[in-house]
């Protein structure tokens, strides 16, 4: 009896064995394909962080752009009440301003760049198109 079990260990252990060689070419195929799959969702989630963080670098300036305005306003509100208000003082908001806009565009124009450049980041397809 003891024969029989180790048989059927045997047999079992000979089956496994030819299942496992049987299925190595589907399995190590299944491996790349995933690592393939792994690699294009890795670069996808890293536009989107860029892109994200791209978003909130113009809304930084977008609060920097309205913490100004409001400077502004306050400033321009005491010299009108004193009587002194000369459109020469709004010069120094006038360049910080510009300074902004300008920063701000520049990141836009790199926003665009990230969503339209290089087919937004998207591979053209490698399957084939069937014919109808």
């Known amino acids: 009896m003891a024969k029989k079990k180790t048989t059927k260990k045997k047999d079992f252990r ?14 190590e195929r299944t491996g790349v394909h995933l690592s393939k799959a792994m690699k294009a969702a ?32 306050k400033y321009v509100a005491e010299k009108l009440m004193k009587g002194d ?19 701000g565009d520049k990141i836009k124009k790199k926003l665009n760049k990230m969503s339209s450049g290089a087919g937004a980041g998207k591979k053209p397809s490698s399957r084939k198109k069937k014919r109808s």
């Open 42 to 73: 890795e670069e996808d989630i890293s536009k989107m962080y860029r892109v994200a963080q791209t978003h909130l670098e113009i809304q930084m300036k977008n609060v920097q752009k309205e913490k100004l305005f409001h400077e502004m306003g």
């Open 14 to 27: 000979g089956e496994m064995d030819k299942l496992v060689k049987r299925m190595q070419p589907v399995m």
């Open 85 to 103: 208000l000369d459109v020469a003082d709004l010069d120094k908001y006038k360049k910080r301003l510009q300074k902004i806009n300008t920063e």
